[in-house]
């Protein structure tokens, strides 16, 4: 999982290298698969469900899972969110990261930034004794406290030999389904922590294509994740380089 994650992170690394007007998403998604395959891994998500893609490429008032086209081109001042999944020797790591084409606005960076804090205090409380509502809570305090929401009913999960295992991880308690998650955390748990973070209403929609979801109202949001293994100190984050 550790090759695995760092396979994700370089993938990630050259996706914000590569979001620049002019490219295409279906640019990206292009270059994410050729390297995925020559760190000899296969994309996770390619045929996931019948997902035609490596990548999920989401811009402006997407928040997750856009499908890259070769018509969705970037422009200045575009925000995208890029989440690569890859699998290395039968294990998956998963990752995600929100980057403005150009110079982001003030409205855009601090949306950016305060995801990027709520991701970092679910980790931090990513703890051997801690239970999943502490995850959450930090989550959802961090963004909430900033005047944001969180997408509801979208949500990190646990991760291994498949990409999506239990347990779920909303981003909000009370997206839990009346379900306390009170789940114990233990040493060598695998998670994929991942805040969906918006600036208006949390309210999903999903287009005709059957995969990229919005945000009701339009606001813009942003995306970012990491997959971590529980140890007996501080999680290790296995997606970043």
Same mark, same amino acid.
């Given at each position: 999982m550790r090759r695995a994650g760092c396979i994700v992170a370089q993938v990630l690394a050259l996706m914000s290298k590569q979001v620049r007007p002019g490219v295409t998403t279906a640019d990206l998604d292009a270059a994410a698969e050729a390297l995925i395959r020559k760190l000899g891994a296969i994309p996770s998500f390619k045929g996931y469900h019948g997902f035609p893609a490596s990548i999920c490429a989401s811009v402006n008032l997407e928040v997750v @899972? $856009?499908?890259p086209s070769k018509k969705c081109v970037l422009r200045e001042g575009d925000l995208i969110s890029v989440d690569v999944g890859a699998i290395y020797d039968g294990f998956h790591g998963d990752g995600a990261m929100t980057a403005c084409v150009g110079k982001p606005t003030p409205e855009?960076?601090?949306?950016?930034d305060v995801t990027q804090q709520a991701l970092a205090a679910g980790i931090a409380q990513a703890r051997v004794g801690n239970r999943l509502w502490d995850i959450?809570?930090?989550?959802e305090t961090t963004t909430r406290l900033a005047?944001?929401?969180?997408?509801?009913?979208?949500?990190? @999960? $646990?991760i291994g030999r498949e990409m999506h295992e239990d347990p779920d991880i909303p981003n909000s308690l009370s997206d839990s389904r009346g379900r306390p998650p009170n789940l114990l955390l233990r040493a060598g748990m695998t998670l994929a922590?991942?805040?969906?973070?918006?600036?208006?209403?949390?309210e999903p929609q999903v287009l005709n294509d059957g995969w990229t979801v919005v945000t009701a109202d339009g606001t813009l949001s942003a995306h970012f994740e990491h997959t971590i293994a529980i140890t007996d100190g501080e999680a290790e984050i296995l997606t970043k380089l």
């Open positions: @899972h $856009g499908i855009q960076q601090r949306l950016m959450i809570r930090a989550i005047g944001y929401d969180v997408l509801h009913n979208y949500q990190g @999960h $646990g922590i991942e805040p969906m973070v918006v600036v208006g209403s949390g």
